[in-house]
């Protein structure tokens, strides 16, 4: 039988900035091929090319080498099929939590009653049922950026890219969201790929976790992240941080990074 054409494909991809002062290499011979459904992130120290690649992905940026592949076909720009999440909720204070959800549905001209529907649905499950006639000013950080993956969701792509979402927040928040996220993009059966600079995030999430090598960015090492899952379904986030399996991933990860003090 043959192999199942992955979702999203990067294929020995170089990108380099070229401006007045010279020329920058960001990536170099990166490649990732992604399966449908999976959750995978990627870490690395700042300016490695995570955000790059998923600028790729998403058909805002060209390699300058090599292939970028959604479902088999090389991305020509931008598409509803990529949903991107980003670290800041960029929400508009002037439009209602339920108008802000429906502004990408608007933008890509869906059924007016239908993304409605979705939308109130997403909010009422994401615990803002009783929020959607407030403004963002009104909302807790946590709960604007359930919004804002409301917002993303939306208008159902089949991939989400996530850039640091939950980095502005305090770290409680961010533990308890990176948990409900994790739930309801499972439940989803999203594709996910989620760039941050937390291993402990990224172990607690992922299925594989993809480290990055210092700039030029490269794939420096991979890590399928499996837990015992005998009493039952991969734990969620917040449990798997008490898993043994969760520390020895995380010292391997943290070896690899390059960041520590005196490099």
């Not at 594709?191 to 402990?200: C, G």
Request: aromatic content about 6%; proline content about 5%.
């Amino acid at each position: 039988m043959a192999s199942p054409i992955p979702k999203v494909e990067l294929r020995n991809i170089d990108l380099r900035y070229f401006t007045l002062d010279g020329e920058t290499e960001a990536v170099s011979g990166f490649s990732l091929a992604v399966s449908p459904g999976e959750f995978v992130a990627i870490v690395g120290q700042s300016g490695c090319g995570k955000s790059t690649l998923l600028s790729l992905i998403a058909g805002i940026l060209e390699p300058t080498n090599g292939d970028v592949l959604v479902d088999g076909s090389s991305v020509e720009g931008p598409s509803p099929i990529c949903g991107y999440m980003l670290q800041h909720d960029h929400l508009f204070e002037w439009r209602s939590i339920l108008d802000n959800v429906l502004l990408g549905a608007e933008i890509q001209g869906h059924d007016r009653v239908t993304a409605r529907t979705r939308a109130e649905s997403l909010l009422r499950g994401y615990g803002l049922g009783d929020f959607m006639a407030h403004f963002p000013h009104q909302l807790s950080g946590g709960m604007r950026q359930r919004a804002a993956l409301a917002r993303t969701l939306c208008t159902n792509p089949e991939i989400l890219l996530l850039d640091e979402p939950f980095s502005a927040l305090d770290f409680q928040t961010r533990l308890a969201l990176s948990d409900e996220v994790s739930a309801i993009l499972r439940r989803e059966g999203k594709t996910v790929i989620l760039v941050t600079h937390d291993i402990s995030e990224a172990v607690s999430m992922a299925d594989r976790v993809i480290v990055m090598s210092k700039r030029p960015g490269h794939v420096k090492a991979v890590h399928e992240i499996v837990f015992d899952s005998s009493g039952g379904d991969r734990p969620r986030p917040f449990d798997a941080r008490s898993r043994p399996e969760f520390q020895n991933y995380f010292d391997q990860i943290w070896g690899e990074l390059e960041i520590h003090v005196g490099n």
